[in-house]
């Protein structure tokens, strides 16, 4: 009975993300069946174009630029924003000081800083990194914050009376605790990093997966602007839940259990 219900349970796991994902294109089309390819493009022509675009290579080139700009502002604004988290949470001086300026900027959306981006780092590559890393640098700080806050007291008070160090503390207890939540302050960078790359190479590259979208719309290409769609969403899903199984794989003791 126990190896039926695993069956069933894999079959519905794939099952029924293919029945969704079929239902979405059927729905698709159907209303493309209303408009031309020029205002919204049928399933059909949109694999026609991602066809066409692979054959000229032109694809692989703005999906691997996108890819590395993400790549990049994810890992930078993470590694920026953990340390700082920390020490928010563990010092209240740190926390007093540094609070509205983190509840202040990270509420300004990074379209808004692209003027300064644009005037400090120039049209290379760094603006755009630039625009990741602040976009995400924020969510991972609020969460690690969290974390130490959330930490239990009783943890601390048995380290405590064995006779822990304050370093030895924040090895053992404090640093552990915080994993759970800055690891889901990361994925939440990482859906922000997403948002931000669009807007960041719409309005300032000549080169990416938004810029893509841009210029395919000048022209009315919309099966171009529909294959980069699918491709940030696909790109977006494949991340995450790589980085969810990376999570699992090497910080599989600090997360709680299911």
Known sequence: MRASNSAWKRHDAVALPVAGASVLVLLWWLVSLRFDVTVFPSPAETVEEAVRLV????????????????????????????????????????????????????????????VFALIWFGIGEASKIFLIVYNCFFSVVVATEAGVHQTS???????????????????????????????????????????????????????????????????????TVIVSIILLGVFGVVIDRSFRRLSRRFARRYLPEG
């Open 153 to 223: 007291i009783n943890r601390l008070n048995a380290v405590r009376s064995l006779g822990a160090s304050w370093l030895q503390t924040v090895r053992l207890v404090y640093i552990p605790s915080t994993v759970p939540y800055a690891l889901r302050g990361m994925r939440i960078g990482l859906g922000r990093s997403f948002a931000t790359i669009v807007s960041a190479e719409i309005l300032a590259a000549n080169s990416g997966l938004g810029y893509l979208i841009y210029s395919s719309r000048e022209f009315s290409k919309m099966d």
């Open 55 to 114: 054959a000229r290579g032109a694809l692989g080139e703005h999906v691997a630029i996108s890819l590395y700009r993400l790549a990049a502002g994810f890992a930078l604004g993470s590694l920026l924003a953990l340390p700082v988290g920390l020490a928010m949470g563990l010092s209240p001086f740190v926390r007093r000081m540094l609070e509205p300026a983190t509840e202040f900027f990270r509420f300004i959306p990074a379209i808004a800083m692209v």
